[in-house]
């Protein structure tokens, strides 16, 4: 059986995947857009063919009730998505390893994609998902204690609590 190998770009994060892998989805959704900075294109796979031969670096991120997001918390790199339900991990495509054979299927929430780019590949464009999508706020998550301990992000924060003190202390 073929086996596909991928990794984050640090190397933080090293797979295999021992089974067939799904074909490629390009997302437009909202979430995928700002994961990615663009759009997703993913493969996906059993969790059972799924083997992580290094993860130290490997975070989760609740990105909706339903699902996570695994990025690496030292390069950045999007990695996965899995859904609460199901058996299938989704696997970003760009971070596997040498030719995958690997075709791209359709585009899905397409509605929500950016304004800046045409999809002009002739690949079917769905959209009916995304009116739902773009309606449902995202709930509140907890910063990943990587971020809350970078210097940058706690100055800035500093910062927003000096300004809010300030305008208190101006009405009063
Ligand atoms: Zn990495
Ligand atoms: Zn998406």
């Known amino acids: 059986?073929?086996?596909?190998?991928?990794?984050?770009?640090?190397?933080?994060?090293?797979?295999?995947?021992?089974?067939?892998?799904?074909?490629?989805?390009?997302?437009?959704c909202n979430q995928c857009r700002k994961t990615s900075g663009h759009f997703v294109a993913a493969t996906a796979c059993d969790d059972n063919d799924l083997k992580f031969i290094k993860l130290d670096t490997l975070t989760w991120y609740r990105s909706s009730e339903r699902a996570e997001r695994g990025f690496c918390n030292r390069c950045g790199s999007t990695m996965f998505f899995r859904s609460d339900v199901g058996n299938m991990t989704a696997i970003m495509a760009g971070t596997l390893d040498g030719p995958s054979g690997l075709k791209m299927s359709h585009h899905i929430h397409c509605a929500t994609k950016g304004d800046y780019f045409e999809i002009t590949d002739g690949l079917e464009q769905r959209s009916a998902e995304c009116a739902r999508r773009i309606t449902e706020t995202p709930p509140l998550q907890p910063r990943a204690p990587e971020a809350r301990t970078c210097p940058r992000r706690l100055r800035a924060r500093r910062h927003s609590e000096e300004r809010r003190m300030v305008k208190q202390v101006t009405h009063l």
Do not use: N, P
């Not at 190998?5 to 640090?10: A, D, E, P, R």
């Open 1 to 28: 059986m073929t086996s596909h190998h991928g990794s984050c770009l640090c190397g933080g994060i090293t797979y295999e995947v021992t089974g067939k892998l799904r074909e490629v989805i390009a997302c437009h």
